[in-house]
């Protein structure tokens, strides 16, 4: 049998480690890509007439020349959506999510926890119907950038509070995929589904014929996003599908080891993802220019909404089904961890940025004005819950708690 690769036993504990570092990361990218934003001279006109720098052909006439822009957001994301696939894969086959049991509390949470959020943005936004397709856009959790703030804590973040952070985010991803799916999708191309569908079809049957090598799998996955490209159905689902046809060979001992395909390319991919992929589009999505934005603009609907959405809704769903699942015997407390914590998590859980900008650039494509709001709402939801969770966490002693009775 091949060699365990040279990481730690514990995949998800160096997975906890790389994303929280990532995360932090990811908050020093935004606020560069915000102070270049807003730096007077020429430097906040470079920063956008790089991003929208047209690098390469057209790919698809639906989009336009590719730009930087277009390669950062529908390119390098496929590679984050590959890994969020893998990720989902691994957790179910053989994780935290493996058995019912395991998923009931995290797909509670997470369900309530893109649910209420939604209902909070429509309920802002009701007078004005234009801005009813952003309600996904405060449904999403951040996992890098919660765990790294969850970094800044040390061990006033208990393990248990991680997991279950993570448990939740990572049901979180799927449902974010699902509606990007589903409810971004538009003026689909039948031969190219088609062709995504074969190529698709390909890849599963590599595996079910035992191909282990993963360069076969990669140039399927190029030509499978190319063909998602074409079809209408956004680029980046191309990741997650992939994902899907990567073989996992159960390695309760060695959850790294070589053997596994996914598990090589897991590792493989996840610092590039991480410390780069995350980064980068932070830095190319959180620059919007401040100038001439008043109260007046940060009380508009639509960033309102999404603000409320994602520090309100996030934190009422999350917490709320939590203690409602744990009142009714359904689940119990993640590591008997206090209420107060919990109510911290579930702040955190409103750090919706990555995926949250990225819907809303689905939400209302080509459109500045509307996509400057989004990144204000997004921004400053975040920005909230994150200091919220932060000071709460920090600062408030952990409730004392009985322990949870065994059920």
């Not at 234009?130 to 405060?138: D, K, N, Q, R, V």
């Not at 689909?188 to 569908?197: E, F, G, H, Q, V």
């Not at 919706?352 to 400057?372: C, H, N, R």
Request: proline share 6%; glycine share 12%; with cysteine.
């Amino acid at each position: 049998m091949p060699p365990a690769l040279a990481r730690p036993a514990s995949a998800l504990r160096d997975f906890l480690h790389g994303e929280a570092a990532g995360g932090i990361l990811l908050i020093l990218a935004a606020a560069l890509a915000m102070l270049a934003a807003n730096l007077g001279g020429g430097v906040a006109n470079g920063y956008f007439a790089f991003l929208h720098l047209e690098t390469g052909p057209v790919l698809s006439p639906a989009i336009g020349p590719m730009s930087v822009h277009l390669w950062i957001n529908d390119g390098l994301m496929a590679l984050f959506f590959l890994l969020v696939g893998l990720e989902i894969k691994r957790e179910f086959v053989e994780g935290r999510l493996a058995s019912w049991r395991q998923r009931r509390l995290p797909v509670i949470a997470a369900a309530a926890g893109m649910a209420v959020p939604a209902l909070v943005y429509l309920a802002v936004t009701r007078d004005a119907p234009a801005l009813h397709a952003g309600w996904a856009i405060p449904a999403a959790t951040d996992i890098a950038f919660a765990l790294g703030v969850l970094a800044l804590l040390g061990p006033r973040a208990p393990a248990a509070l991680k997991l279950f952070l993570t448990t939740v985010a990572i049901v979180d991803d799927m449902g974010a995929v699902a509606i990007i799916a589903l409810a971004y999708s538009h003026g689909l191309d039948a031969p190219a589904l088609l062709a995504a569908a074969l190529i698709l079809g390909a890849m599963i049957a590599m595996n079910r014929a035992g191909v282990t090598r993963l360069w076969p799998y990669l140039l399927c996955f190029a030509a499978l996003w190319l063909a998602v490209l074409l079809s209408g159905v956004h680029a980046t689902i191309a990741g997650v599908l992939a994902a899907l046809a990567i073989p996992l060979r159960k390695t309760a001992d060695a959850p790294d080891a070589a053997a596994s395909p996914l598990h090589r390319l897991e590792a493989a991919l996840h610092p590039f993802v991480a410390y780069a992929v995350v980064p980068l589009f932070g830095f190319a999505n959180a620059g919007v220019s401040l100038a001439g934005i008043g109260l007046e603009q940060l009380l508009a609907p639509l960033p309102l909404g999404i603000a409320a959405g994602l520090f309100v809704g996030k934190q009422a769903g999350i917490f709320g089904s939590v203690w409602l699942a744990v009142k009714l015997g359904i689940a119990e407390r993640p590591g008997n961890a206090g209420w107060r914590q919990i109510y911290g998590i579930a702040l955190l859980c409103g750090i919706g940025f990555t995926m949250s900008l990225f819907i809303g650039g689905l939400a209302f494509p080509g459109e500045a004005a509307l996509g400057d709001q989004v990144k204000i709402g997004v921004l400053g939801g975040s920005i909230l819950s994150a200091v919220a969770g932060f000071l709460l966490l920090r600062f408030g002693q952990p409730s004392s708690q009985k322990p949870a009775r065994a059920r």
